[in-house]
């Protein structure tokens, strides 16, 4: 039986009470926390840096996934090793080299993750194929929360499920964007393994610990 993970998107928290958030993400049964830092010129919006992240380890037992919207990832992921990620995913686009990228990241202890744009192709991230911890499925162009799914995906899901069972059968194949109870079960089928959901958890009517609740019901 393969194995999921849910994974709240902290971008969408109330980050005047992050403790708070983290613990009803804990009780709620989240998996793992996921950090989005965007650093203003990979994508348009700026969000948070390592001294934000060791605030996070501080006040949560669950692993710390962060996602690297940033230029020349390969100068900052030591600072996040240090701050205390376990799994640290880098753009395809941004990185002079993805494979010796992912090389770095596992060499300092973390789970190496690779990403690219919707529009990007697979094409780019292949040298990291059979070595990545990770693959991550962007469903929205990066750079915000609450936008819309890109259905289209679904079939990069798939693609990238087949060639993994065949070459790394053992990656995490981790979709983001718009992730909702609906989408959510189609990434699943599709082949997805891991769920980044930041509205759809956080924003929910009925609170953070329903949304959360209620998306990892359906990982069960
Ligand atoms: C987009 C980020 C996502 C996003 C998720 O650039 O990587 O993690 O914040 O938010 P929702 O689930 O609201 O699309
Ligand atoms: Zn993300």
């Not at 700026?46 to 962060?66: C, H, M, S, W, Y």
């Not at 020349?72 to 941004?94: C, L, R």
Request: proline residues 5%; positive net charge.
């Amino acid at each position: 039986m393969r194995k999921y993970f849910l994974a709240p998107s902290i971008i969408a928290a109330d980050f005047a009470h992050l403790a708070k958030e983290l613990k009803t993400c804990e009780s709620a049964g989240a998996d793992w926390i996921h950090v989005d830092v965007m650093d203003g010129h990979f994508v348009p919006t700026i969000t948070i840096g390592p001294l934000f992240v060791e605030a996070l380890k501080r006040n949560t037992q669950l692993p710390l996934d962060v996602h690297l919207m940033i230029e020349n990832p390969e100068a900052q992921v030591e600072a996040y090793a240090q701050v205390g990620a376990t799994h640290i995913t880098v753009h395809a686009e941004a990185c002079r080299n993805v494979k010796q990228a992912v090389e770095q990241i596992q060499s300092l202890g973390c789970k190496a993750g690779v990403t690219l744009k919707p529009s990007t192709p697979l094409s780019k991230i292949k040298s990291a194929l059979p070595i990545a911890d990770l693959i991550l499925v962007m469903s929205v162009n990066p750079g915000f929360s609450g936008q819309a799914f890109m259905p289209e995906m679904i079939e990069r899901v798939k693609a990238l499920r087949a060639r993994l069972d065949v070459i790394n059968p053992r990656a995490i194949l981790e979709v983001d964007g718009g992730i909702n109870s609906q989408t959510l079960q189609w990434m699943k089928a599709a082949g997805a393994n891991a769920f980044v959901a930041g509205n759809a958890a956080f924003k929910h009517p009925r609170g953070a610990k329903v949304g959360v609740r209620e998306l990892k019901k359906l990982l069960k």
